[in-house]
């Protein structure tokens, strides 16, 4: 499957941020600006090396070292741009060991330092790679930043100012995480909006599905990262997941463990497939979790684990939607047509490997399994692979994006 989406977007999409693989061309959306970044090369590489595919990651890193340039005129999203380039050149690098993957990164992460420029140090959620002017999504709350974004920079510019020997980078997440520190949050809750100009919460949502999501799994995974030695970055963690608990997460009439969001001082009985992610992240931060709870963390991220399957096991294609309720009988499906869809996501599958990594139970392999398959049934296309509009119909539409991530995470 690998071979299939990367042989495509080399043959029709090369150098284009994503593939189309109906149409057979290049793809590219507005989080990467208007410009050719080669999106899916840099995501993909260490998929590519894990899987000893070495010709295709060479073809990579030739295209890298001679067509990735960030001094272009466009506007592109701080946090896409560092998970999908930044982390992916670093991860490149410390597998590889080949100096360009550090070169570029470190070229990068100079482009994104302006977004840090606003009155609070809570980065805009945009930056002009040339000129370095930065702005907020029009949709988010109030000109606010969004909790998942600002959130979701950490762990690559701690390893930036650790490469490059300049603390600025450093600096500047650390600056995040002391601000947030500081701030009331109503019930123990993050809202996922902050205003970087006032330093305020924008509406109280809180979602650990988009908008919230990988904050979370940032602040456990710089505590793992620094060998455990950042215990600030612990019990920030264990005192969100805690609010989180009482709050958020809900058993269901069908005994369904759910992650609802929190919307105006109510709950909402609906998870989003992004959320399915938690279920290995509690898995992962059972150990070192406080008051003896290692065994109750496990065991909720099991019980996500068997939701996010019910989400999957209850469509006709055996792939999950992207978002479904908790509510009047129905339980783990999708209501609203434009939630139906599935993009070639990875958090589901993710949540299994975690699951089987800590317990050996084949049932895990075999729920990634079902899950291989329906994709390579329902996405495989003969120019890559695409998501589809909706998982409840047998005769499915595809939306004709071959996501950069689906080989840099759901094939990984």
Same mark, same amino acid.
């Given at each position: 499957?690998?071979?299939?989406?990367?042989?495509?977007?080399?043959?029709?999409?090369?150098?284009?941020?994503?593939?189309?693989?109906?149409?057979?061309?290049? &793809?590219? %959306?507005?989080?990467?600006?208007?410009?050719?970044?080669?999106?899916?090369?840099?995501?993909?590489?260490?998929?590519? !090396?894990?899987?000893?595919?070495?010709?295709?990651?060479?073809?990579?890193?030739?295209?890298?070292?001679?067509?990735?340039?960030?001094?272009?005129?466009?506007?592109?999203?701080?946090?896409?741009?560092?998970?999908?380039?930044?982390?992916?050149?670093?991860?490149?690098?410390?597998?590889?060991?080949?100096?360009?993957?550090?070169?570029?990164?470190?070229?990068?992460?100079?482009?994104?330092?302006?977004?840090?420029?606003?009155?609070?140090?809570?980065?805009?959620?945009?930056?002009?790679?040339?000129?370095?002017?930065?702005?907020?999504?029009?949709?988010?709350?109030?000109?606010?930043?969004?909790?998942?974004?600002?959130?979701?920079? &950490?762990?690559?510019?701690?390893?930036?100012?650790?490469?490059?020997?300049?603390?600025?980078?450093?600096?500047?997440?650390?600056?995040?995480?002391?601000?947030?520190?500081?701030?009331?949050?109503?019930?123990?809750?993050?809202?996922?909006?902050?205003?970087?100009?006032?330093?305020?919460?924008?509406?109280?949502? %809180?979602?650990?599905?988009?908008?919230?999501?990988?904050?979370?799994?940032?602040?456990?995974?710089?505590?793992?990262?620094?060998?455990?030695? =950042?215990?600030?970055? +612990? #019990?920030?963690?264990?005192?969100?997941?805690?609010?989180?608990?009482?709050?958020?997460?809900?058993?269901?009439?069908?005994?369904?463990?759910?992650?609802?969001?929190?919307?105006?001082?109510?709950?909402?009985?609906?998870?989003?497939?992004?959320?399915?992610? *938690?279920?290995?992240?509690?898995?992962?931060?059972?150990?070192?979790?406080?008051?003896?709870?290692?065994? &109750?963390?496990?065991?909720?991220?099991?019980?996500? *684990? &068997?939701?996010?399957?019910?989400?999957?096991?209850?469509?006709?294609?055996?792939?999950?939607?992207?978002?479904?309720?908790? =509510?009047?009988?129905?339980?783990?499906?999708?209501?609203?047509?434009?939630?139906? !869809?599935?993009?070639?996501?990875?958090?589901?599958?993710?949540?299994?490997?975690?699951?089987? +990594?800590?317990?050996?139970?084949?049932?895990?392999?075999?729920?990634?399994?079902?899950?291989?398959?329906?994709?390579? #049934?329902?996405?495989?296309?003969?120019?890559?692979?695409?998501?589809?509009?909706?998982?409840?119909?047998?005769?499915?539409?595809?939306?004709?994006?071959?996501?950069?991530?689906?080989?840099?995470?759901?094939?990984?």
């Amino acid at each position: 499957m690998m071979k299939h989406a990367w042989d495509s977007y080399r043959q029709y999409g090369w150098g284009h941020n994503e593939l189309k693989p109906l149409a057979k061309k290049g &793809h590219s %959306t507005n989080i990467f600006g208007n410009s050719q970044l080669g999106a899916t090369i840099v995501d993909a590489l260490d998929t590519l !090396y894990i899987m000893g595919l070495h010709d295709e990651f060479k073809d990579g890193q030739e295209w890298i070292e001679q067509n990735l340039d960030f001094g272009v005129n466009s506007e592109v999203s701080v946090f896409e741009v560092n998970i999908r380039f930044i982390g992916g050149l670093l991860a490149a690098y410390y597998l590889s060991g080949q100096e360009v993957f550090k070169l570029k990164a470190v070229q990068l992460a100079e482009k994104l330092l302006p977004a840090f420029n606003t009155p609070t140090g809570i980065p805009w959620a945009m930056v002009n790679l040339k000129s370095g002017v930065g702005r907020n999504w029009g949709w988010a709350s109030a000109g606010s930043s969004i909790l998942a974004e600002f959130g979701t920079l &950490h762990m690559e510019f701690v390893h930036l100012t650790y490469l490059t020997g300049n603390p600025a980078y450093y600096q500047k997440v650390m600056h995040i995480r002391k601000l947030l520190a500081k701030m009331d949050r109503p019930n123990g809750l993050y809202p996922n909006y902050l205003n970087p100009r006032t330093g305020r919460w924008g509406q109280h949502h %809180t979602s650990v599905g988009g908008l919230g999501d990988s904050f979370y799994e940032y602040l456990l995974k710089a505590w793992l990262m620094s060998d455990k030695t =950042d215990t600030e970055a +612990r #019990k920030t963690y264990d005192d969100a997941i805690e609010a989180i608990e009482r709050h958020l997460i809900r058993k269901s009439n069908g005994g369904l463990t759910f992650i609802g969001e929190w919307k105006n001082g109510h709950l909402e009985r609906k998870m989003g497939h992004l959320a399915c992610f *938690a279920g290995g992240m509690f898995a992962l931060g059972a150990d070192g979790s406080p008051d003896d709870k290692a065994g &109750h963390y496990l065991q909720l991220g099991a019980e996500i *684990a &068997h939701t996010c399957h019910e989400s999957y096991d209850r469509t006709v294609l055996k792939l999950g939607p992207e978002a479904f309720k908790f =509510d009047s009988g129905l339980e783990a499906v999708a209501v609203r047509q434009n939630e139906k !869809y599935y993009i070639l996501r990875p958090e589901v599958i993710e949540t299994y490997w975690y699951m089987w +990594r800590f317990t050996h139970d084949p049932k895990y392999r075999q729920w990634g399994w079902e899950a291989a398959q329906a994709i390579d #049934k329902y996405c495989r296309v003969s120019g890559g692979f695409s998501g589809v509009k909706d998982v409840y119909s047998s005769n499915p539409t595809y939306d004709d994006v071959q996501q950069s991530f689906f080989l840099a995470e759901t094939l990984k």
